[in-house]
């Protein structure tokens, strides 16, 4: 399921000013292969934001805790990455990176 993936891109391309979701949006995108060892904390800090606003993101997006979200976040990850691998494993590697470029 790659619902949550989708509601955090939606809210980085569909917000208007860059407030606090949109910022934390943009954080997740941006960091989404470190969001795994980081805390709320760690986070919010970078973020410039409370631990508090983390969590009503969180709560915008249907989950009641900030793990909640980051388990559910980690594993759309990783199910995405197997059904990319799964999708081009008949693609050699200068294939797929032609591919990646192509699509940017």
Request: glycine share 4%; hydrophobic share 40%.
């Given at each position: 399921m790659n619902t949550v993936?989708?509601?955090?891109i939606l809210i980085r391309q569909n917000t208007f000013k860059q407030d606090n979701t949109y910022i934390?949006?943009?954080?997740i995108l941006k960091h989404i292969d470190e969001i795994e060892g980081k805390s709320i904390q760690e986070i919010a800090n970078e973020c410039y934001v409370s631990t508090n606003t983390i969590l009503r993101f969180c709560h915008t997006?249907?989950?009641?805790?900030?793990?909640?979200f980051k388990n559910t976040l980690i594993s759309t990850?990783?199910?995405?990455i197997i059904q990319i691998?799964?999708?081009?494993?008949d693609l050699q590697t200068d294939d797929i990176?032609?591919?990646i470029k192509n699509l940017m």
């Open positions: 993936l989708s509601m955090i934390i949006a943009d954080y997006l249907g989950f009641q805790t900030f793990k909640m990850i990783k199910t995405r691998k799964e999708k081009n494993k990176l032609n591919h």
